[in-house]
T-cell receptor, first 113, second 110 residues
Framework: NAGVTQTPKFRILKIGQSMTLQCTQD?????MYWYRQDPGMGLKLIYY???????DKGEVPNGYNVSRSTTEDFPLRLELAAPSQTSVYFC????????????FGSGTRLTVV | TQLLEQSPQFLSIQEGENLTVYCNSS?????LQWYRQEPGEGPVLLVT?????EVKKLKRLTFQFGDARKDSSLHITAAQPGDTGLYLC??????????FGTGTRLKVLA
């Protein structure tokens, strides 16, 4: 049982380039999330999804886009990368509302130069 | 905006010492969770506390939820190098979008 899988693990982008961070889960969770974690900071929510075909903005959505065509996959798209997007990105999923906790992937470390 | 502040931000202690990490908010949460994150990995759920005043123990870790459900603490007894990591609290406001704290980075020296 793989849980939440993120690829790639590391990536260096040049300013203005685009890329997609992949996230897939095999737990049949309805809820999926993208967070970024900057040094010395907590987790900030970028986008989330409550099910296939439904997405919504979180706290810091600018410069990002998402789609959710299947229950399993929730890719995050960066358009026109900027140095401010240098961060570690985590995808997470949960089974339902409330107290059941998130399962996180192992993260993607992105550097924009 | 709901915020969760953790203190201290950084903690470096010797093996065998005890420590307490605090998680405070002005908002009420339906429950609160604690996660531990090791370098290069995502956070892993340690515990969920639901009832005001609740105390949960996980081996040498003791978690408490404040009576008013606005704060929580994590106490580690006889810390070990394996406890090293980033500890995050997360408030559950009753929906699926958790509010994460600012984190406490713990280093336990052998």
């Amino acid at each position: 049982n793989a849980g939440v899988t993120q690829t790639p693990k590391f990536r260096i982008l040049k300013i203005g380039q685009s890329m997609t961070l992949q996230c897939t889960q095999d737990m049949n969770h309805n809820y999926m999330y993208w967070y970024r974690q900057d040094p010395g900071m907590g987790l900030k929510l970028i986008y989330y999804s409550v099910g296939a075909g439904i997405t919504d903005k979180g706290e810091v959505p600018n410069g990002y886009n998402v789609s959710r065509s299947t229950t399993e996959d929730f890719p995050l798209r960066l358009e026109l990368a900027a140095p401010s997007q240098t961060s570690v990105y985590f995808c997470a999923s949960s089974t339902r509302q409330g107290n059941y906790g998130y399962t996180f992937g192992s993260g993607t470390r992105l550097t924009v130069v | 905006t709901q915020l969760l502040e953790q203190s201290p931000q950084f903690l470096s202690i010797q093996e065998g010492e005890n420590l307490t990490v605090y998680c405070n908010s002005s908002s009420v949460f339906s429950s609160l969770q604690w996660y531990r994150q090791e370098p290069g990995e995502g956070p892993v759920l340690l515990v969920t506390v639901v009832t005001g005043g609740e105390v949960k123990k996980l081996k040498r870790l003791t978690f408490q939820f404040g009576d008013a459900r606005k704060d929580s603490s994590l106490h580690i007894t006889a810390a070990q190098p394996g406890d090293t990591g980033l500890y995050l609290c997360a408030g559950v406001p009753g929906t699926y979008k958790y509010i994460f704290g600012t984190g406490t980075r713990l280093k336990v020296l052998a």
